[in-house]
């Protein structure tokens, strides 16, 4: 009896040790396991192992930036304050709004033209010989006008008649005399009529421009150009990129309605830009936005997602998504109006 209440009392003994021993390896197990608010997952990136804590932002933002940034160092851009702006460019040609046509007529003889001279100077002076012809008279009308005058001389008639038939001779005598047509007054030269070696012509007309009166002459499709607007003038003189300032004075090829925007747009240079009337590669720059001080991003700095315009703004929890909507969008920036706030720190795509 007294062998088996021991042996009774060792069993217990040993199962009160188990008993112990399991509670506490259950405990220790318990206290190395993982919350079961948290969860551990392979990452995306580099094989990396990234663990997100739920309801902790810091953690999930430095996830996605390690995301982005692979195995390099990230490139950022700040929104900053500035002038927004943006600009056109046109080529324009010298065009000439007061010109005028000059009419040579040869009332007497027959008229050969020879050849123009000095054509590659369309500049011209008063005098300057612009052609060369040759005037043939008819001697049979040309004696009997004679004959006709000096009968009159002789009989000591005047008047009305007599006058007009001395003046006709003399014009004859001219004509057959004259070689050479010449500037009647200085401009520029825009038309002339072609060599024609041999041709019989009865006029020969000349195109001349007032060099007072230039303008720049741009097509305004887009109606970009606007009445008053100044604008930036580059020509290429003698192989020189030289620049000036000009305004548009006129948005219409109607004068009348200067003010109204037409396909055509006319532009005057400044005094001290003149110069580039006689240039070559004539380019017209005009601003067609210019907004002081408004918010600006790179244009680099940006994606679209879901039509949405987004960044993703590095702040002290990290890099997140965020919305933002702009004005206008130049060649190389965003003029922001809503979203963003300057010095803001962005991810460039």
């Given amino acids: ?170 014009e004859m005598y001219a004509a057959v005399e004259q070689t050479e047509i010449v500037m009647k007054k200085a401009g520029f030269l825009l038309e002339q009529p072609q060599w024609r070696f041999g041709s019989q012509i009865s006029s020969y007309s000349i195109v001349v421009a007032d060099l007072g009166e230039q303008l720049i002459e741009v097509p305004n499709e887009g109606k970009q150009f606007r009445y008053g607007q100044e604008v930036k003038v580059t020509a290429q003189i003698n192989g020189e990129t030289r620049e000036g300032k000009g305004v548009v004075i006129s948005a219409s090829a109607n004068t009348i309605s200067e003010e109204l925007a037409g396909n055509v747009a006319y532009i005057r240079l400044e005094e001290e830009s003149k110069e580039l009337y006689t240039g070559s590669s004539i380019s017209v720059t005009v601003e067609t936005v210019h907004m002081e001080d408004v918010l600006l991003l790179d244009t680099s700095a940006s994606y679209v997602e879901n039509g949405n315009q987004m960044v993703k703004i590095k702040d002290e929890y990290g890099l997140h998504a965020v919305g933002f909507s702009f004005g206008r969008k130049g060649t190389s920036t965003y003029w922001i109006i809503d979203g963003l706030e300057e010095g803001a720190k962005i991810l460039v795509q």
């Avoid at 509670?23 to 969860?39: I, L, M, Q, V, Y």
């Avoid at 040869?106 to 040759?134: C, H, Q, S």
Wanted: aromatic share 8%; with cysteine.
């Fill in 1 to 170: 009896m007294l062998k088996i209440k021991g042996r009774q009392r060792l069993l217990g003994t040993l199962v009160l040790c188990a008993v112990v021993f399991l509670c506490a390896t259950r405990f220790e197990a318990k206290a190395d396991a993982p919350d079961t608010d948290t969860s551990s997952q392979a990452g995306p990136t580099q094989g990396m192992t990234i663990h997100t804590e739920k309801g902790s932002k810091t953690l999930y933002t430095e996830a996605l930036e390690l995301t982005e940034g692979g195995n390099g160092a990230q490139k950022y851009t700040t929104v900053k304050r500035g002038d927004f702006v943006t600009t056109i460019t046109a080529t324009g040609r010298v065009v000439y709004p007061k010109q005028e046509t000059i009419r040579y007529d040869f009332p007497y003889g027959v008229v050969y033209f020879l050849e123009n001279t000095n054509t590659e100077f369309p500049i011209k002076e008063e005098g300057d010989v612009i052609a060369r012809i040759y005037v043939e008279i008819d001697e049979i009308e040309l004696a009997s006008r004679e004959r006709q005058l000096q009968r009159m001389e002789e009989r000591g008639e005047t008047g009305e008649t007599y006058e007009e038939l001395k003046t006709a001779l003399e």
